[in-house]
């Protein structure tokens, strides 16, 4: 059975850094691509950043240069580091797993969030 369960959120003042961890079981971590999402009230679930298997990382515009999207096989955990963070960017954050045979969203965490406020 699939688990992602993710740690790291809270509440940091505008400009400030927080990273997010995923730790995964149940899955051979190292071939899947991961991904963090975000979902802010009435809005929908929307792509911070994935990283594939061969570490390629892919970013929304909104948080390019300020997001970094890491993986770490031998410990089965995806890493969201946020920096500069905007009060635009409270959200509760998702860790996914994506399918290997349609590349989209499969398995999700059950959320962390985080809240940018001074």
């Known amino acids: 059975q699939v688990h992602l369960v993710e740690s790291g959120g809270g509440l940091v003042q505008p400009g400030g850094s927080l990273r997010l961890s995923c730790a995964a079981s149940g899955i051979i971590f190292s071939i899947y691509t991961m991904g963090w999402y975000r979902q802010a009230p009435g809005k929908q679930r929307e792509l911070d950043a994935h990283i594939t298997s061969g570490g390629i990382t892919i970013y929304a515009d909104s948080v390019k240069g300020r997001f970094t999207i890491s993986r770490d096989n031998a410990e089965n955990t995806v890493y969201l580091q946020m920096n500069s963070l905007k009060p635009g960017d409270t959200a509760v954050y998702y860790c996914?797993?994506?399918?290997?045979?349609?590349?989209?969203?499969?398995?999700w965490g059950q959320g962390n969030q985080v809240t940018v406020s001074s």
């Open positions: 996914t797993k994506y399918t290997l045979a349609t590349g989209s969203p499969e398995y």
